[in-house]
């Protein structure tokens, strides 16, 4: 979702930052934990660019909370799953934090290979950290027309063979839903261009994770089951697993009960 800002990273990006919303969002407080790693990051004279990465991504998260304006789709996804409120102190630390790694000689421009480029896209978060009025991007027009669902599977050794009859059957029913009219019609009132559903495919209890983007939405799912079926279960299984991801998406976004699964 970031392809406007061609060969540079975003905030988000780096596996740093990647590594730090994830370890915070799975914390008690993530208002805490935020104040915490921001703390820690301005202690340090010296420059230490795994934690200015993860420094930085926090404190556009905090911007995009404060204003709700935010060039990636990663932060409406994590304020989406995390709600918090920014107390003074938060904000002046990630004001302070973002300061330091995005000045005219930020501690992460020798990262970029075209800081102003990077400076220029990160700009609606210093707005937002300085109180700077600004204007909200128009809202997304979705374009259907070459489907809207999205369908990627993993076990616990990486990601599903592509040939396995699990994998097979659940290309061909994400195809159908795409070309079916009453799923787009049903997807249609969300707003958003596509739902990514990302499936886990493993023993285990069923669990659930669904957050609304700019863009898109997405639903991570550990359905509870291995993928080690024979085709016509297979085919089954990716039904029922398909059927309660959507149902969850569906539940999350507000939208009217699903329609029949194509045949």
């Known amino acids: 979702m970031d392809d406007e800002i061609g060969f540079l990273e975003g905030p988000f990006d780096s596996d740093e930052a990647a590594d730090a919303v994830a370890e915070i969002e799975e914390s008690d407080d993530v208002a805490a934990a935020m104040t915490g790693l921001l703390a820690e990051f301005l202690r340090f004279e010296e420059e230490d660019d795994d934690l200015a990465e993860a420094a930085l991504a926090v404190a556009c ?5 404060m204003s709700g304006i935010a060039p990636d789709e990663q932060p409406y996804h994590w304020l989406d799953r995390n709600p918090f409120a920014v107390t003074e102190e938060l904000r002046r630390l990630a004001a302070a934090a973002f300061a330091l ?7 992460l421009a020798h990262l970029r290979p075209d800081w102003q480029d990077f400076l220029d896209h990160v700009e609606p978060y210093r707005k937002a950290l300085a109180g700077e009025p600004q204007e909200a991007p128009a809202p997304p027009v979705p374009d259907l027309s ?4 999205g369908a990627y599977w993993s076990h616990r050794n990486g990601s599903l063979p592509r040939r396995s009859p699990y994998a097979v059957a659940a ?5 159908a839903l ?5 799923w787009t019609d049903w ?12 499936g886990q495919l493993t023993t285990g209890p069923y669990a659930e994770r669904v957050s609304r983007g700019r863009l898109t939405a997405e639903a991570w ?12 279960d297979a085919e089954r299984e990716v039904a029922a697993d398909l059927h309660r991801a959507l149902s969850a998406a569906g539940r999350h976004l507000g939208l009217a009960s699903l329609p029949p699964l194509p045949a």
């Open 61 to 65: 998260v905090v911007a995009a909370r």
């Open 101 to 107: 790694t995005t000045g005219p000689d930020g501690l």
């Open 146 to 149: 070459k489907g809207w669902l």
């Open 171 to 175: 290309d061909r029913l994400v195809s």
């Open 178 to 182: 795409n070309a079916t009219p009453a």
């Open 187 to 198: 997807w249609r009132p969300s707003g958003l261009h596509e739902l990514l559903v990302f």
């Open 221 to 232: 799912i550990d359905f509870g089951h291995p993928h080690l079926l024979p085709g016509e």
